[in-house]
T-cell receptor, first 115, second 117 residues
Framework: ETGVTQSPTHLIKTRGQQVTLRCSSQ?????VSWYQQALGQGPQFIFQ???????GRGNFPPRFSGLQFPNYSSELNVNALELDDSALYLC??????????????FGQGTRLTVV | AQKITQTQPGMFVQEKEAVTLDCTYD???????LFWYKQPSSGEMIFLIY??????QNATEGRYSLNFQKARKSANLVISASQLGDSAMYFC??????????????FGTGTRLTVIP
């Protein structure tokens, strides 16, 4: 196991609703990234948090937002859910943000279904 | 241009045989890392192996080795002595050191490996 935990594991929401997904990063890791993986695709980078601030964002609209807490855990919030938001949402933690790229450890993901 | 290209949507290998999964990448950043992840049907992304752009030797982790050809911008994964439990999706990914500080991973579209008994 990687030590990265996500909750909940599965979720069903109605179009237009809001959702919050949670991630607890691996001990000692100060950077958390979120990815969206649509069915049959590779994960797509949503955004990254370092020291409680967003530090990079992929091609996702502002209704995707996040938080990082002092203990490095993180939340992903999605407002005004759309059917296309149905996907596996993965959280990854790494130990550093500068210098050599380091390995990222992923949680088991949250599978979100929007109906 | 795609940052990561995996041209094999699906691969089959006989149990106990070796298999190579292809990955090519595109970057102008001199400092980058290349990763391979395994994703079983359960969904979790399992880290397999990492190769840094400045690493002199090809990375190896048990039955996994990475055939890193920098000039060709390829980073193929070699799995030796395939096991039935190796059946899964395999993703190649890259992280660039970059200028902004955000070193997110770029993923390919994956290769589905099926190990045949």
């Amino acid at each position: 196991e990687t030590g990265v935990t996500q909750s909940p594991t599965h979720l069903i929401k109605t179009r237009g609703q809001q959702v919050t997904l949670r991630c607890s990063s691996q001990s000692g890791h100060n950077t958390v990234s979120w990815y969206q993986q649509a069915l049959g695709q590779g994960p797509q980078f949503i955004f990254q948090y370092y020291r409680e601030e967003e530090n990079g964002r992929g091609n996702f609209p502002p209704r995707f937002s996040g938080l990082q807490f002092p203990n490095y855990s993180s939340e992903l919030n999605v407002n005004a859910l759309e059917l296309d938001d149905s996907a596996l949402y993965l959280c990854a933690s790494t130990s550093d943000i500068r210098g050599r790229p380091t390995e990222a450890f992923f949680g088991q993901g949250t599978r979100l279904t929007v109906v | 241009a795609q940052k990561i290209t995996q041209t094999q949507p699906g691969m089959f290998v006989q149990e106990k045989e070796a298999v190579t999964l292809d990955c090519t990448y595109d970057t102008s950043d001199p400092s980058y890392g290349l990763f391979w992840y395994k994703q079983p049907s359960s969904g979790e992304m399992i880290f397999l192996i990492y190769q840094g752009s400045y690493d002199q030797q090809n990375a190896t982790e048990g039955r996994y080795s990475l055939n890193f050809q920098k000039a060709r911008k390829s980073a193929n994964l070699v799995i030796s002595a395939s096991q039935l439990g190796d059946s899964a999706m395999y993703f190649c990914a890259m992280r660039e050191a970059g200028q902004t500080g955000a070193n997110n991973l770029f993923f390919g579209t994956g290769t589905r490996l099926t190990v045949i008994p």
